[in-house]
């Protein structure tokens, strides 16, 4: 066989593969996924970070205001964990921009957008993999948590709820990332600058504080934002309390972010050279 022959070959099966498609997008997707937990796993900063990450912050805040909001009839512990919990997806998506920025750095990203893969894989596998870490951050917080007193007062199909909607909020953060990612390119301008949406979403947030002790002219931008939404709906949840209203704004926000978000990475993906 000559080499015209072998080239013609070689054009034939690539044919075969197709970059669209809802399979081709799935096992594309769990292929990279695959490929981003193998790396994860072999990287002890990553390891440290979700053993450890959540306990601190969790026992560090509790220590300075479980006191101080017990004067406003608060019971810190329940009220605290929901927002440590989105607080760890903030730095699991923190953690994606970084491997992103390091793949277009090394080629990796141009070389997956010259094979027949699918578009959406490079931002599905990503998502994937770091859902996995997520998943591991949230039941070592709640573990942890449950040693200081913390409870679910609701059924198992609120702790699922619970579970889903932080996974939701994860995907939604991780497109985002990728979207910062994809713009900065390099990776120690995206670590340098991974604070910047993360800071105010979570601390301007009635996520450690109720909007009362915020001052008044900054009150309704806290009330309105998805951080506040989201750990809202994931304290109704804990609690039993009145889940629709924060629930219902919580996936307004989110879906709409994560649609927005992922059209754009893959427009910039494409954009990749």
């Known amino acids: 066989m000559n080499s015209a022959d072998l080239h013609s070959k070689a054009q034939s099966l690539v044919k075969l593969r197709h970059e669209s498609g809802i399979n081709r997008a799935i096992s594309d997707s769990l292929l990279i996924a ?16 979700v053993l450890l990450f959540p306990i601190l912050f969790f026992s560090g805040f509790l220590l300075a205001f479980e006191r101080l909001m017990s004067f406003q ?51 599905g596998g990503l998502i994937l993999a770091y859902l996995v870490r997520a998943i591991a951050a949230t039941i070592i917080l709640l573990t942890f948590a449950h040693l200081y007193g913390f409870r679910f007062q609701t ?46 979403l979570l601390l301007l947030s009635t996520g450690f504080s109720p909007v ?11 009330q309105v934002q998805p951080v506040s939404h989201t750990a809202a709906a994931l304290r109704a949840l804990v609690n039993g309390t009145e889940l629709l209203v924060p629930l219902f704004w919580s996936l307004v926000w989110l879906i709409g972010l994560l649609i927005a978000f992922s059209l754009i990475a893959v427009r910039l993906y494409q954009r990749v050279s």
């Open 212 to 222: 009362e002790n915020f001052p008044q002219w900054l009150q309704p931008i806290v």
């Open 34 to 49: 695959w490929r981003n937990l193998i790396r994860l796993s072999r990287t002890p900063a990553v390891i440290v970070s």
């Open 155 to 200: 059924s198992f199909i609120a702790i699922l709820c619970y579970l889903v909607l932080t996974l939701l909020f994860t995907t939604t953060a991780v497109a985002g990332y990728a979207v910062f990612a994809l713009v900065l390119r390099q990776p120690d301008l995206v670590n340098s600058l991974l604070i910047v949406p993360y800071a105010p």
């Open 73 to 123: 009839g608060i019971d810190y512990v329940q009220y605290l964990v929901p927002i440590i919990t989105l607080q760890a997806m903030f730095f699991t998506a923190m953690g994606s921009a970084v491997t992103l920025a390091k793949d277009i750095k090394t080629g990796m990203l141009q070389r997956c957008r010259a094979m027949p893969i699918s578009r959406a894989a490079v931002l």
